[in-house]
T-cell receptor
Framework: DGGITQSPKYLFRKEGQNVTLSCEQNLNHDAMYWYRQDPGQGLRLIYYSQIVNDFQKGDIAEGYSVSREKKESFPLTVTSAQKNPTAFYLC??????????????FGDGTRLSIL | RKEVEQDPGPFNVPEGATVAFNCTYSNSASQSFFWYRQDCRKEPKLLMSVYSSGNEDGRFTAQLNRASQYISLLIRDSKLSDSATYLCVVNPATASKLTFGTGTRLQVTL
């Protein structure tokens, strides 16, 4: 089955700790994205990548980092610099090198909370 | 002004009713438009793309009005399973970025 797999489903972070959220897709999509959703709010773009070894900051990149070493994988690290990390994190992908005009397909998300 | 604006609702409708949502967008150069559905505590799922000529998928009809910069979603014969939040999504002509509205919540009741 083709799709996007995010892990873990639930994650708890201690103060001062970096944590990494995994996102893997087998849809052969070029573009991948990370969003954050807070309760009752819309999705906000953290980072996106149009192609391997390249990525761009979204609207709220501070306190986060990403890498795109393989087409299938786009992990997100939530660093200790992100002071309010509690949120629902969603990874998405779309076909085409720019993603323009292409819908995005989502993984089932990771819920991150602070201990 | 927000790039994409939606009435948050909730829209409470009885089963079998017809309900319509509108969404306005600010960037007149926007190229692509979508409706997504998001169930509580789940990921958004693509419901349908919105084409210039309007398009229909079963009980769902989407329309685009470029002159007034809004898109609409019409749901006919509402089912209990249609209860969800409906997200309006716009590509603001910036490569690889979609802008999501905050969603309109629909509750279908018996």
């Amino acid at each position: 089955d083709g799709g996007i797999t995010q892990s873990p489903k639930y994650l708890f972070r201690k103060e001062g700790q970096n944590v990494t959220l995994s996102c893997e897709q087998n849809l052969n999509h070029d573009a991948m994205y990370w969003y954050r959703q807070d309760p009752g709010q819309g999705l906000r773009l953290i980072y996106y990548s149009q192609i391997v070894n390249d990525f761009q900051k979204g609207d709220i990149a501070e306190g986060y980092s990403v890498s795109r070493e393989k087409k299938e994988s786009f992990p997100l690290t939530v660093t200790s610099a992100q002071k309010n990390p509690t949120a629902f994190y969603l990874c998405a992908s779309s076909s085409g090198w720019t993603g323009v005009g292409q819908p995005q397909h989502f993984g089932d998300g990771t819920r991150l909370s602070i201990l | 002004r927000k790039e994409v604006e939606q009435d948050p609702g909730p829209f409470n409708v009885p089963e079998g009713a017809t309900v319509a949502f509108n969404c306005t967008y600010s960037n007149s150069a926007s190229q692509s438009f979508f409706w997504y559905r998001q169930d509580c505590r789940k990921e958004p799922k693509l419901l349908m793309s919105v084409y210039s000529s309007g398009n229909e998928d079963g009980r769902f009809t989407a329309q685009l009005n470029r002159a007034s910069q809004y898109i609409s979603l019409l749901i006919r014969d509402s089912k209990l399973s249609d209860s969800a939040t409906y997200l309006c999504v716009v590509n603001p002509a910036t490569a690889s970025k979609l802008t999501f509205g905050t969603g309109t919540r629909l509750q279908v009741t018996l």
